[in-house]
């Protein structure tokens, strides 16, 4: 009996400590991570298109996800008495362009085309726009206007900003030339 008795608390020490051995964490995919980001961030707000629902509820396009202000929309139309109306920005019924103090600004194609969106850029630009504010993370390039909020956007962890450049990368290419943004007082680019 006594011998069993030592065999099973033997036994029952081993199980517990198979049950408290730590297991090496299993690598999350990044563009599953990425894609996850993305959505809690919403990202698809701005620069997806997007179809209207039945209540006239923008919805994201997903046919055309993260691909920007389209090309093909009629350049928006704000004058200055617009924005004197209380408000601190106007956006258009895609919510890809707005306007405010900054001038006029439109959300990018952030597909991997290699002529319209970022498939020339590089995982290094990316994360250097993200953490400067300066597109294609160049020191001297044009600012990154609102209502893009890369100040919060720089927070995220180098391991995230990969996860989302990840998937970025995964993206199908989506060819959508999106205006270049307008100064204030500009006139229009037709």
């Known amino acids: 009996m006594r011998n069993t008795v030592a065999k099973l608390f033997l036994v029952a020490l081993a199980l517990g400590l198979m049950a408290c051995e730590q ?15 993305v959505t809690v961030a919403g990202c698809h707000d701005c620069h997806s298109p997007k179809n209207f629902g039945s ?7 997903m046919a055309r996800a993260l691909s920007g202000h389209s090309q093909d929309l009629p350049y928006p139309e704000w004058t200055p008495a617009d ?3 209380n408000a601190a920005a106007l956006g258009d019924p895609m919510f890809t362009s707005w306007a405010g103090p900054w001038g006029v600004s439109f959300a990018a ?3 991997p085309d290699v002529e319209t969106g970022i498939g020339e850029w590089t995982e290094e630009n990316f994360i250097l726009a993200m953490r400067t504010g ?8 044009r600012d990154i206007l609102p209502p893009m909020p890369w ?5 995220m962890t180098d391991t995230d900003l990969k996860a989302v450049w990840a998937y970025l990368r995964s993206l199908p ?17 037709q």
Do not use: F
Not at 23 to 37: H, I, N, S, T, W
Not at 55 to 61: A, K, S, V
Not at 134 to 141: I, L, R, V
Not at 151 to 155: D, F
């Open 83 to 85: 924005m004197q109306r």
């Open 23 to 37: 297991k090496a964490p299993v690598a999350e995919d990044p563009v599953a991570r990425g894609k996850y980001l």
């Open 55 to 61: 209540n006239g509820e923008p919805i994201p396009d």
């Open 134 to 141: 300066k597109h294609q993370g160049q020191p001297n390039g």
């Open 109 to 111: 194609n952030l597909t």
């Open 151 to 155: 100040p919060n956007v720089k927070e």
């Open 173 to 189: 290419p989506i060819k959508n030339q999106v205006p270049l943004p307008v100064p204030p007082s500009a006139p229009p680019q």
